[in-house]
């Protein structure tokens, strides 16, 4: 009913001695039956007769008349088997149990001679006799009789085994009845210096009738649980993004290095943190590597993922550490009213020690328990011949069992715990650094966009390391949720870092421009240099003589009643009328309200106090 006996099956039976029987017969009404020993095969130990132990038994058992009352007293619960059966003239019956129970009694013997001997006939325990048996070997009717130190039990490798082809016996079988025959087809030996380990003794008979071997098994369709190519795609062109993004801002920080907003960003630190998030962004590459690729690569991408990402988060992040101590350093000193240089190589001993640390745990686990690419099957789906139909890759510390498939103990979460604690320590230190440090010029402060990267970070890796461990047996969800966590740390570091800086400079360009635009015109002094100003590239005073112009202007517009910017009548001087009578700019009227606003806030902390003496000198 269940489609397990047929043509297409055959049944391995363990010592099953019933129907090896010459002469063994089924009813033909139970066809089911019948069926499934066609072609059966049974395993049984093989031992070879001993032709000294079957004239032992029966000299024994037919002539000692006190041995064979013995022998039956000593079986009461048996005693109506003997009624009708006389020794004497019965043949032993002599199976495998026979040898081997012979031979076991005869160990016991041999080894409590041996140990009453080596202690001269006095007593010895329990535990002294079964270690002298341990230690005890000799021939035995089973052949060489050992047994294993560490199970106590016969060494397999001392028996050998046959296996025995159960099939119909088409001549004696009736209409009522189906009788089988057995014959040993191969015998198999253990032992491994066997030069013969399968001896071949005759043709074995399948169920359909014939010696033709069957077909193995059905190819197994297993679903491997792959991630899509095109989502894989997606993962390595993000990266390739990154890593692009990350070029083109070592170009242009070298491009503007000469610049005083890079230059106060420390452009070394500004680097490094470029080279971390392209660090990090290279993670995702081997997390996308799949099965068809060679196990070794595949062992190989396991580890150099978090080898990748720890170490480019540890060099992106001890940038914003160190920045962060040095200027801390500086404003100390200038509080102190102390003169003195802070270098860059001061202050690097933060990196090395981080990096270090993480590179000292990363080849303790590379070494101890390191990530292997496995198959792990799912329980729960397995084919009728019990082989797992389902499996997903996975990384881990472990092995599988080849006999049981179960994994052992896996330590890599030891070493992944210990490397998020050592790179959890220097943000907690980090954000203390920032708060020393938010009473600095704006322009100057980073402790509002080190907040913002920090709040990011703790956000992403709240939300998605949760995910990759309820992900953990879904490989496409794994890998696009640590897509999506490399691309929040590499974003998380570059844009509130670099996109502030590039908004800023782009400003301060336009802002240039449009000074550009008035020295042209003769509002402004074509000699000042916008670069140096306090107040958005533009000193107050140039601010001050935009304001006069527009003053001029409306005041002044048939040349009887206005002023220039030094008071002049329009009329007095031609080169001051033309210049009234010129369009200014579109933004005079902005610049002129910048200006009232720095010098209304005078004595506001946001300014410095070079900025703080311009904006008087521009209102007075």
Not at 142 to 159: F, W
Request: glycine fraction near 6%; aromatic fraction near 10%; hydrophobic fraction near 40%.
């Amino acid at each position: 009913d269940y489609g397990l006996v047929g043509p297409n099956h055959m049944w391995i039976l363990p010592e099953m001695d019933a129907i090896t029987d010459q002469g063994y017969r089924v009813p033909r009404s139970r066809e089911g039956l019948w069926q499934a020993i066609q072609g059966a095969s049974v395993v049984q130990l093989h031992l070879p007769p001993s032709i000294d132990f079957v004239e032992e038994m029966e000299q024994v058992l037919r002539n000692d008349k006190e041995l064979q009352e013995f022998f039956v007293s000593s079986h009461p619960e048996a005693a109506f088997v003997f009624d009708d059966v006389n020794l004497s003239t019965t043949e032993p019956m002599l199976t495998s149990f026979s040898y081997t129970a012979y031979d076991a009694v005869m160990m016991i013997g041999i080894s409590a001679c041996q140990l009453q001997t080596k202690h001269n006939n006095t007593f010895f325990s329990g535990i002294d006799h079964y270690q002298q048996m341990l230690e005890t070997e000799f021939e035995g009717a089973s052949g060489l009789v050992q047994l294993d130190p560490d199970t106590g039990t016969r060494l397999i490798s001392t028996l050998n085994y046959s296996i025995v082809n159960v099939f119909i016996d088409e001549e004696a079988s009736t209409d009522e009845d189906v009788v089988f025959q057995s014959r040993i087809s191969s015998i198999v030996s253990l032992n491994e210096r066997s030069q013969r380990p399968v001896e071949v003794v005759n043709p074995y008979v399948y169920n359909d009738g014939s010696t033709v071997p069957l077909s193995s098994l059905p190819r197994l369709e297993e679903e491997l649980n792959l991630i899509p190519t095109a989502i894989l795609v997606v993962g390595r062109v993000l990266a390739g993004l990154l890593i692009l993004a990350c070029i083109f801002g070592g170009f242009w920080v070298y491009r503007r290095r000469d610049n005083r907003l890079i230059r106060a960003s420390q452009p070394i630190f500004l680097g490094m943190m470029l080279l971390g998030a392209s660090i990090m962004a290279t993670s995702i590459l081997p997390l996308s590597f799949k099965q068809s690729l060679p196990q070794s690569v595949l062992d190989g991408s396991c580890m150099a993922a978090p080898w990748l990402f720890v170490i480019g988060f540890s060099t992106a992040f001890s940038s914003v550490f160190t920045k962060s101590w040095r200027l801390n350093i500086l404003l100390n000193r200038s509080f102190a009213l102390q003169r003195g240089a802070v270098k860059p190589q001061h202050v690097i001993w933060p990196f090395l020690l981080l990096t270090m640390t993480n590179i000292a745990v990363l080849a303790a686990w590379s070494i101890f328990s390191p990530w292997a690419y496995v198959r792990v099957p799912v329980a729960d789906n397995v084919d009728p011949y019990g082989r797992s139909a389902e499996s997903y890759g996975s990384c881990r510390g472990s092995h599988p069992d080849p006999e049981t498939r179960e994994f052992g103990e896996d330590n890599s979460q030891y070493y992944a715990g210990a490397l998020a604690i050592v790179n959890f320590l220097p943000v907690l230190i980090s954000c203390y650094q920032s708060y020393l440090s938010r009473n600095m010029p704006s322009r100057y402060n980073e402790s509002f966009y080190l907040s913002l990267t920090v709040a990011s970070l703790t956000e992403g890796f709240l939300v998605g390391v949760p995910i990759l461990f309820l992900a953990a047996q879904n490989p496409t969800a794994n890998f696009v949720a640590s897509v999506v966590l490399v691309v929040l740390a590499c974003l998380a570091f570059l844009l509130p870092m670099f996109l502030s800086k590039l908004l800023m400079l782009r400003h301060a360009d336009a802002m240039a421009s449009v000074h550009g635009d008035l020295s042209m015109s003769g509002g402004v002094p074509a000699g000042n240099n916008s670069a140096n100003a306090g107040l958005d590239c533009f000193s107050i005073h140039e601010i001050k003589g935009a304001m006069g112009m527009e003053r001029t202007r409306k005041t002044g517009g048939d040349g009887s009643s206005g002023s220039d910017i030094d008071g002049h009548k329009k009329g007095s001087d031609p080169s001051k009328r033309a210049l009234a009578d010129s369009p200014l700019p579109s933004t005079v009227a902005a610049l002129r309200a910048r200006a009232n606003k720095a010098t209304d806030d005078i004595g506001s902390p946001k300014l410095s106090r070079p900025t703080l003496a311009r904006a008087q000198s521009a209102r007075y």
